[in-house]
């Protein structure tokens, strides 16, 4: 009697302990729904996640699903499924997206916190692979953008540091220079010519360079670099005077030639902020020149998309303009610029004879005005980008026509708009305006001063389609500079057709004149001394 009332003590006891498992993992508390949906997110949180787990484990047996309970419990367990994956999700991505601030030390929230929550990940993984791998991609994205912000820093800090000594063979512990045999001789009997090491500088010293940049000029004092500048300004300045546009291709000729030549280290971004504090000056005498050719339509036209898209290209300089792309790239805008100029002689060798069907810049339509305003979008973003706005430009002249002289205050007054706001970006922000530098910035306003005043006074005088056809050679040469950056041979050859170029440009126009007037002859200019807009009305006149 006694052993079987024990027997079913014990089996009463076993029933109870099984009953009891079952129905804890079966039945959904409120107080389990409240801390899933309602509490916070802490470690106390992990003992909820493991319940909900165990719980959703159970349902999941197959003997199990057959039962009406469980029947019952799996659609409300579902529920706290959803709610529990979409709040562990908004809480590891927002642990993520703080390891984006700045000065945030990655270890320490990686350590103390992903590390710590590391079991909702895979509770995500068993319950819903699809945002487990959202939440890994996304910390994959996020971490790849920070080390890559890092080591650029790193990589730009180490460009500012360059050796205060230059190291030399006497700085080896031994050294063979395959001298003569009395050379050496000499040498071994401390006759020879001898090293004083108090002269001498610390190899393995790292200090910051005079201009603390990579991308300035690291022969500030050079003559050859003063007089190369001085000479750039003034050519730039004088087709820039005569034409409207052509003085940044002219500066970025010159600037690689510069770095072709080791006059400098060839950073874009610091070229274009010298080319910018220079062209500033020149860009407001130009406008105090030319300001009785002002229009405000054309104006608001031309320079308010260039103040909306300079920036961002500017930030793409930042980006891109250190890349081994920007040079390629460069090459790549003159080849079509080249291109540009070869099919706009065309057209107007055929149009010489015909009626024109240029649209004229200064009226009021629709089709004019988006024309400008494009123009003008993609010349800022240009210019923001590469430090040159004239293959925009060029396109619109060559399907709309305007007043030479309209046109050159309108480019003189977008030039002084991208001056203004590029000098800012680059300067104030970077820091790139150096003291040490002065003869370089003086020669380039200097220079740049004098080719503006002379280019003025030629803007009447110059054939504006003869100067083109040289401008073309200016642009396949810089193509080749470009294209050929890494062949010192081809950007030579390139270095030469620039040279070539140059004395075509000052020389040919004024023999050209010089020849017809002992001639004799008599140019169509001459002839007919009616303006471009008179004859143009004419040929309108004669097309109606």
């Given at each position: 009697m006694k052993l079987s009332?024990h027997?079913?003590?014990?089996?009463?006891?076993?029933?109870?302990?099984?009953?009891?498992d079952?129905?804890?993992?079966?039945?959904v508390s409120?107080q389990l729904?409240r801390q899933i949906c309602?509490?916070?997110i802490?470690?106390?949180?992990?003992?909820h996640?493991?319940?909900l787990?165990?719980?959703l484990?159970?349902v999941?047996?197959?003997?199990?699903?057959k039962?009406?309970?469980?029947?019952q419990?799996?659609?409300?367990?579902?529920?706290?499924?959803?709610k529990?994956?979409?709040?562990?999700?908004?809480?590891?991505?927002?642990?993520i997206?703080?390891l984006?601030k700045?000065?945030?030390n990655?270890?320490?929230l990686?350590?103390n916190?992903?590390?710590?929550?590391?079991?909702m990940?895979?509770f995500?993984q068993?319950?819903h692979?699809?945002?487990?791998?959202?939440?890994?991609l996304?910390?994959?994205?996020?971490?790849s953008?920070?080390y890559?912000?890092?080591?650029?820093t790193?990589v730009t800090?180490l460009?500012?540091?360059?050796?205060?000594?230059?190291?030399?063979?006497?700085d080896?512990l031994v050294t063979?220079?395959?001298?003569?045999?009395?050379?050496?001789?000499?040498?071994n009997?401390?006759?020879?010519r001898?090293v004083?090491l108090?002269?001498?500088?610390?190899?393995f010293?790292?200090s910051?360079?005079?201009?603390h940049?990579s991308g300035?000029?690291?022969?500030?004092c050079?003559?050859?670099?003063?007089?190369?500048s001085f000479f750039?300004?003034?050519?730039a300045?004088?087709?820039?005077?005569?034409l409207?546009?052509g003085p940044a291709?002219l500066?970025?000729?010159?600037?690689q030639?510069?770095?072709v030549?080791?006059?400098?280290?060839?950073a874009?971004e610091s070229?274009?902020?010298?080319?910018?504090?220079?062209?500033?000056?020149?860009?407001l005498i130009?406008?105090?020149l030319?300001?009785?050719?002002?229009r405000?339509?054309?104006?608001?036209?031309?320079?308010?998309?260039?103040?909306?898209t300079?920036?961002?290209?500017?930030?793409?300089l930042e980006?891109?303009?250190?890349?081994?792309?920007?040079?390629p790239?460069l090459g790549?805008?003159f080849?079509?610029?080249?291109?540009l100029?070869?099919y706009?002689?065309?057209?107007?060798?055929?149009q010489?004879d015909?009626?024109s069907s240029k649209?004229?810049?200064e009226?009021?339509?629709?089709?004019?005005?988006?024309?400008?305003?494009?123009?003008?979008?993609?010349?800022?973003?240009l210019?923001?980008a590469?430090?040159?706005?004239g293959?925009?430009?060029?396109?619109?002249?060559?399907y709309?026509s305007?007043?030479r002289?309209?046109?050159?205050?309108?480019a003189?007054?977008v030039r002084?708009?991208?001056l203004?706001s590029?000098?800012v970006l680059?300067g104030?922000d970077?820091?790139?305006l150096?003291?040490e530098?002065w003869?370089?910035y003086?020669?380039l306003?200097?220079?740049g001063i004098?080719g503006?005043?002379v280019?003025?006074?030629?803007?009447?005088?110059?054939?504006a389609?003869?100067?083109?056809r040289?401008?073309?050679?200016f642009?396949?040469?810089?193509?080749?500079?470009m294209l050929s950056?890494v062949?010192a041979?081809?950007?030579?050859?390139a270095?030469?057709?620039?040279f070539l170029?140059a004395?075509l440009v000052?020389?040919v126009p004024?023999?050209?004149s010089?020849?017809v007037s002992q001639?004799g002859?008599?140019t169509?200019?001459e002839l007919?001394p009616?303006s471009?807009a008179?004859l143009?009305?004419?040929?309108?006149?004669?097309r109606?």
């Amino acid at each position: 009697m006694k052993l079987s009332m024990h027997s079913l003590r014990q089996n009463r006891r076993a029933l109870q302990s099984l009953m009891s498992d079952y129905v804890g993992s079966v039945v959904v508390s409120p107080q389990l729904v409240r801390q899933i949906c309602e509490e916070e997110i802490n470690e106390a949180y992990l003992g909820h996640l493991s319940e909900l787990n165990k719980k959703l484990d159970h349902v999941k047996q197959q003997e199990m699903q057959k039962l009406p309970s469980c029947a019952q419990s799996a659609p409300e367990l579902e529920k706290l499924r959803t709610k529990a994956v979409a709040r562990i999700k908004d809480f590891l991505l927002q642990k993520i997206n703080s390891l984006k601030k700045p000065r945030t030390n990655l270890q320490i929230l990686q350590r103390n916190v992903l590390v710590r929550f590391k079991s909702m990940t895979q509770f995500l993984q068993e319950h819903h692979s699809a945002v487990a791998d959202e939440v890994k991609l996304h910390y994959v994205a996020t971490m790849s953008a920070v080390y890559l912000k890092q080591f650029r820093t790193y990589v730009t800090s180490l460009q500012k540091l360059e050796l205060e000594y230059s190291p030399t063979k006497s700085d080896l512990l031994v050294t063979n220079e395959g001298q003569s045999g009395a050379g050496r001789l000499w040498d071994n009997l401390g006759l020879g010519r001898s090293v004083q090491l108090k002269d001498k500088g610390n190899v393995f010293s790292l200090s910051v360079s005079f201009k603390h940049h990579s991308g300035s000029v690291p022969m500030a004092c050079s003559m050859v670099l003063t007089a190369i500048s001085f000479f750039t300004a003034l050519l730039a300045e004088l087709a820039g005077a005569a034409l409207g546009f052509g003085p940044a291709i002219l500066y970025e000729i010159s600037w690689q030639l510069c770095t072709v030549f080791g006059l400098t280290t060839g950073a874009l971004e610091s070229a274009v902020f010298h080319i910018v504090l220079q062209e500033a000056p020149c860009g407001l005498i130009q406008l105090v020149l030319l300001r009785r050719f002002w229009r405000p339509r054309l104006w608001a036209l031309l320079n308010m998309p260039v103040l909306v898209t300079l920036p961002l290209g500017t930030v793409l300089l930042e980006h891109f303009g250190r890349t081994a792309l920007a040079k390629p790239l460069l090459g790549i805008v003159f080849l079509g610029l080249a291109f540009l100029q070869l099919y706009k002689e065309r057209v107007h060798q055929r149009q010489r004879d015909g009626v024109s069907s240029k649209l004229d810049m200064e009226e009021r339509t629709f089709l004019v005005s988006l024309g400008v305003v494009t123009a003008a979008a993609a010349a800022g973003l240009l210019r923001g980008a590469l430090g040159l706005a004239g293959p925009p430009f060029m396109m619109l002249l060559l399907y709309f026509s305007v007043d030479r002289g309209v046109w050159r205050c309108l480019a003189n007054t977008v030039r002084v708009t991208m001056l203004l706001s590029q000098g800012v970006l680059l300067g104030l922000d970077d820091g790139q305006l150096h003291a040490e530098n002065w003869p370089i910035y003086v020669s380039l306003m200097f220079g740049g001063i004098v080719g503006l005043l002379v280019g003025n006074r030629l803007a009447e005088k110059v054939d504006a389609a003869a100067f083109q056809r040289w401008l073309l050679l200016f642009l396949l040469a810089g193509a080749c500079l470009m294209l050929s950056s890494v062949n010192a041979v081809l950007s030579t050859g390139a270095a030469f057709l620039v040279f070539l170029a140059a004395v075509l440009v000052l020389v040919v126009p004024s023999l050209t004149s010089r020849r017809v007037s002992q001639l004799g002859l008599v140019t169509a200019e001459e002839l007919c001394p009616a303006s471009q807009a008179e004859l143009e009305n004419i040929n309108e006149h004669i097309r109606v």
